[in-house]
């Protein structure tokens, strides 16, 4: 199993097929951690890196692990205390958005038992879905939550997500009826996570969660103006104004 923390700078690719071509491409890195264990930096770099239980599941458990346990419990799934590697951005200077969150959740002898995917959109509303990957890695579930403003929430999801190692290699297809209609892809190498690897990526990458937002706003605005139509949200989907 990949030892953590680690570091993986990494290419995020969205393709959009239908009913108009559209790709956007970024840089940027993600943090590989075990959530019971969260990276210790020099204090000068903490501002760089911070991972916070209110950015995860409900938003109001003591830590992230505690939220997970929480989701997984609900879901009659148990750990029993085996280890959990979750893959996502930390808080870069007081700001994070995370698109997807990933949890590679194992049982005490290591054998993995779920994947819980949790996906963000621009709105602030968060879900997650608790995946059974083959020996491959791929997993399938149903859409349940409205993410992109040009696609309602119906199809299924096919999502190859195999364990991180020294390559991060991660595929999300979304199928609709009359085919595939989306695919988003990470690529990456392993880094330690040194601070001075962590310096280098910030540098090369400044405010790295809020230009992903940015992006995916920027280009939001580019596919609209190309004419592509709005899906309404529906109301189930809309943030509670005292939702964290």
Same mark, same amino acid.
């Given at each position: 199993?990949?030892?953590?923390?680690?570091?993986?700078?990494?290419?995020?690719?969205?393709?959009?097929?239908?009913?108009?071509?559209?790709?956007?491409?970024?840089?940027?890195?993600?943090?590989?951690?075990?959530?019971?264990?969260?990276?210790?930096?020099?204090?000068?770099?903490?501002? !760089? +890196?911070?991972? #916070?239980?209110?950015?995860?599941?409900?938003? #109001?458990?003591?830590?992230?692990?505690?939220?997970?346990?929480? =989701? &997984? $419990?609900? %879901?009659? /799934?148990?750990? #029993?205390?085996?280890?959990? &590697?979750?893959?996502?951005?930390?808080?870069?200077?007081?700001?994070? @958005?995370?698109? *997807?969150?990933?949890?590679?959740?194992?049982?005490?002898?290591?054998?993995?038992?779920?994947?819980?995917?949790?996906?963000?959109?621009?709105?602030?509303?968060?879900?997650?879905? *608790?995946?059974?990957?083959?020996?491959?890695?791929?997993?399938? $579930?149903?859409?349940? =939550?409205? /993410?992109?403003? @040009? =696609?309602?929430? #119906?199809?299924?999801?096919?999502?190859?997500?195999?364990?991180?190692?020294?390559?991060?290699?991660?595929?999300? %297809?979304?199928?609709?009826?009359?085919?595939?209609? @989306?695919?988003?892809? /990470?690529?990456?190498?392993?880094?330690?996570?040194?601070?001075?690897? !962590?310096?280098?990526?910030?540098?090369?990458?400044?405010?790295?969660?809020?230009?992903?937002?940015? $992006?995916?706003?920027?280009?939001?605005?580019? &596919?609209?103006?190309?004419?592509?139509? /709005?899906?309404?949200?529906?109301? +189930?989907?809309?943030?509670?104004?005292?939702?964290?």
């Amino acid at each position: 199993m990949t030892a953590v923390p680690a570091l993986y700078p990494c290419t995020v690719t969205h393709v959009r097929t239908t009913p108009l071509r559209h790709t956007l491409r970024h840089r940027t890195y993600l943090w590989l951690v075990d959530p019971d264990r969260p990276p210790r930096l020099p204090r000068l770099l903490r501002p !760089l +890196a911070r991972l #916070d239980a209110r950015d995860h599941f409900t938003g #109001d458990q003591p830590s992230i692990r505690a939220g997970l346990d929480a =989701f &997984l $419990a609900a %879901h009659g /799934v148990r750990l #029993d205390g085996g280890r959990v &590697l979750m893959l996502t951005h930390a808080r870069v200077l007081g700001y994070v @958005f995370n698109p *997807l969150t990933l949890y590679w959740c194992h049982g005490p002898g290591g054998d993995l038992r779920c994947v819980v995917a949790e996906v963000h959109n621009t709105y602030g509303g968060r879900h997650c879905y *608790l995946l059974r990957p083959d020996a491959t890695g791929a997993a399938h $579930a149903g859409k349940e =939550f409205y /993410v992109s403003p @040009f =696609f309602p929430v #119906d199809g299924g999801y096919r999502m190859r997500l195999p364990p991180p190692g020294e390559r991060l290699d991660l595929t999300v %297809h979304l199928d609709r009826e009359g085919g595939r209609a @989306f695919t988003a892809t /990470v690529h990456g190498t392993l880094r330690t996570a040194t601070p001075a690897a !962590l310096l280098r990526l910030a540098l090369r990458h400044p405010w790295s969660t809020l230009t992903v937002s940015a $992006a995916i706003r920027t280009h939001g605005i580019r &596919l609209y103006l190309r004419g592509l139509p /709005v899906q309404p949200r529906p109301d +189930a989907h809309r943030i509670p104004e005292n939702t964290p």
